[in-house]
């Protein structure tokens, strides 16, 4: 799927002509740039022999039309991030380790980090780390799995459709 241009040109002038704010944005004022979940699950998985501290975790999250699945076992990044689609009429997956064949492996070429959370049919990933005060983050098609946008933000402000697209104000990391 090709990017449109008028959701590519609004994110970057805006990204970079925003003033610049000292506070960064908290997870909860973070949590409302996105749609919430239908149902948010978070499992605990088995604690590594080798590394007892970590708390690993499987986490699904459903939307209308997908699932997203993040397999976090405790070290920088998540070992597995997934989208999964969700058919019309379709029950609801299973929250499980195990992928389906439906299931869309993001790769690690691709991306590594963490779930963030959805706008639409967009799918957003953050860095495993930040640098420079900000974190870089990845915009992703849920359809196809593919990443349509990334780079790095200081303070986001928001997160809208706009027509075929999406728009994003934010203070850039440079």
């Not at 949590?31 to 501290?53: C, V």
């Not at 900000?134 to 200081?154: M, Y």
Request: proline share 6%.
């Amino acid at each position: 799927m090709r990017l449109p241009i008028c959701w590519m040109f609004p994110a970057l002038v805006l990204a970079s002509f925003l003033p610049c704010f000292a506070d960064t944005l908290s997870a909860e004022a973070a949590a409302g740039l996105f749609d919430k979940p239908t149902k948010l699950m978070q499992l605990p998985l088995p604690a590594d022999p080798a590394n007892p501290d970590t708390k690993a975790q499987l986490t699904c999250a459903y939307y209308a039309h997908f699932m997203i699945k993040e397999i976090d076992l405790g070290e920088l990044g998540a070992q597995q991030l997934s989208i999964l689609p969700i058919a019309t009429g379709q029950a609801r997956p299973a929250c499980r380790t195990e992928n389906s064949v439906e299931e869309k492996v993001i790769s690690a070429e691709d991306w590594s980090g963490y779930f963030w959370g959805v706008k639409g049919r967009y799918v957003f990933f953050s860095a495993d780390d930040g640098w420079n005060g900000g974190i870089g983050f990845a915009v992703f098609n849920a359809e196809e799995a593919s990443r349509l946008f990334e780079d790095a933000a200081k303070t986001w402000h928001s997160v809208k459709l706009s027509g075929d697209g999406l728009m994003l104000r934010y203070q850039r990391v440079f």
